[in-house]
């Protein structure tokens, strides 16, 4: 009876874990992440980065290298930040509202904690693609947030309460030909913003849709400035 009982805790175990890497990301459990540089409790900076749909921190966690060569320091904490939910090969933001609606939720909640271990912190958050896209979504509703980067995103919301949080800064970096997400959404958030006069720096590359080395120079900036 113990044996059984043992047996089929394991399973659950297992599925659990199971669900947790490869399916949805239960809310009880936090967002996978993985931090180089210090720990946010103890960093000048943070930034926060957003992979694309079917992505992960590991698939991005490239540009690390990249960034620290462009002068982002020691006491920057960089976070790679894993979706909650499965989209294969790797994760997502979600596709539904109410799937991106907890993304929104749990990424804001994760920034909350950076910000009550360190009041001093400053946030950057960013992404890629659709990350580009939560990114966004973050910067407009977290408290906090010094900055955010929307790189080759595929369509914004939340842009008008974007807008009016004028301490805020925003880079928007997209191809001219990106043929996977075209850049009428960050020609769009860019106007919108220079219509109220908001802060924001626009880097058009001819890259497609990826992170070039304008883009990369235009982030490293924002961490740095």
């Known amino acids: 009876m113990v044996s059984r009982i043992v047996s089929i805790l394991v399973v659950v175990g297992l599925l659990g874990l199971w669900g947790a890497k490869c399916g949805h ?3 009880m459990l936090p967002l996978a992440t993985s931090v180089d540089g210090p720990s946010p409790a103890r960093a000048a900076r943070v930034l926060v980065m957003l992979h694309g749909h079917g992505g992960s921190g590991s698939t991005t966690d490239w540009i690390i290298p990249e960034l620290r060569a462009r002068g982002v ?4 904490a960089i976070v790679m930040v894993d979706g909650p939910f499965s989209a294969s090969p790797g994760r997502s933001w979600g596709m539904s509202a109410e799937e991106q609606d907890e993304s929104l939720r749990r990424v804001s909640a994760l920034i909350d904690g950076y910000l009550r271990e360190n009041g001093s912190l400053r946030v950057v958050v960013a992404g890629f693609s659709r990350g580009a896209d939560a990114a966004v979504r973050v910067a407009a509703n977290t408290p906090g947030i010094a900055a955010v980067g929307a790189l080759s995103g595929c369509q914004f919301e939340d842009v008008p309460m974007l807008a009016a949080r004028a ?3 925003v880079l928007v970096a997209h191809a001219a030909n990106d043929r996977v997400c075209p850049n009428r959404g960050s020609l769009t958030l860019v106007d919108t913003l220079r219509k109220v006069r908001h802060p924001v720096e626009f880097v058009e590359h001819a ?3 990826s992170i070039p080395g304008p883009a990369l120079d235009a982030l490293a900036k924002l961490l740095t400035r």
């Open 73 to 76: 320091g020691a006491d920057t």
């Open 207 to 209: 890259a497609d849709h």
């Open 25 to 27: 990301r239960p809310g």
């Open 167 to 169: 301490d805020v800064g």
